[in-house]
């Protein structure tokens, strides 16, 4: 009997250093705990690239059967095989305008959509006429055609990219805007007897730095995030040494990027936002 009262004191004191320890333990027990879980999957990448020429690859080639002249050589289908994407969509289209991006390229999109990418209003704003009006045309000519176009782009197309945008949130909401810009077409540099005199190249350029401006605005208004070509391509248009752009010798393919042109020039630019 005069045993018991020491023996319950060291029971006591044996449970109180036990529970001491294990509360020493515990902060290393969790971290183990922790390190055991397995890591977070990345989230999945539902891609869907819309957009005119400069998206689906004109000046790249080779092309799929459709009117659309896309090319896996453009900077959407290299980007999405370098970042193993769960899902890669590609209704971009040679020639399209806004109303082509809102009346059909967004029914691609959905809810699970997690990226867009678009290169877009420059045929609205009369690319075509610009550089076949400066190529074959008088100076007066080209003078017309670029101040004409530079009228529609402060004018009319920061709506229709407006609408544009905002079509493509409503059908993905849950996705980046990528908004990419266009290249400089040309360098100024002596381009031989044949070439664009300095003058009209210099005042194209002029014009895609006013669209690059215009287009980045009503990007940034959407919320999007702008990507801008020019830096990219400097130094390789038409006329440089290493061009990465097609002169008129390229027929439909003229005044587009090369293959080069979408592997070192749109892809980096399109990586530099997205990783």
Request: with cysteine; hydrophobic share 45%; charged share 15%.
């Amino acid at each position: 009997m005069p045993h018991r009262p020491l023996a319950r004191a060291l029971t006591a004191l044996t449970a109180l250093l036990a529970a001491t320890l294990g509360a020493a333990a515990a902060p290393g027990v969790a971290q183990a705990a922790q390190a055991a879980k397995p890591a977070r999957a990345a989230a999945a990448i539902n891609y869907v690239a819309l957009g005119d020429s400069y998206s689906s690859g004109v000046g790249a080639g080779p092309y799929d059967l459709s009117t659309c002249l896309r090319s896996d050589k453009s900077y959407a289908p290299l980007w999405a095989a370098a970042h193993q994407v769960a899902s890669f969509t590609f209704p971009a289209c040679g020639g399209a305008v806004t109303a082509d991006v809102i009346n059909k390229q967004v029914n691609a999109l959905s809810t699970s959509t997690t990226l867009v990418t678009i290169t877009i209003g420059g045929n609205d704003a009369g690319f075509v006429d610009v550089i076949t009006s400066c190529r074959f045309g008088s100076t007066s000519t080209c003078e017309g055609a670029v101040d004409e176009a530079r009228t529609f782009a402060t004018t009319e197309l920061p709506g229709r990219l407006d609408r544009t945008y905002a079509a493509i949130r409503e059908k993905a909401p849950n996705a980046r805007l990528v908004v990419l810009g266009y290249p400089r077409l040309f360098e100024t540099t002596s381009c031989g007897a044949l070439a664009m005199s300095a003058y009209k190249r210099t005042i194209i350029n002029e014009a895609a730095d006013l669209l690059a401006s215009v287009t980045a605005g009503r990007a940034a208004a959407a919320g999007a995030t702008f990507a801008d070509a020019r830096p990219y391509f400097a130094g390789h248009g038409v006329c440089a040494a290493a061009p990465w752009i097609r002169d008129v010798t390229g027929v439909i393919e003229a005044y587009h990027p090369n293959a080069d042109g979408y592997r070192l020039g749109y892809l980096p630019a399109l990586t530099a936002v997205t990783g």
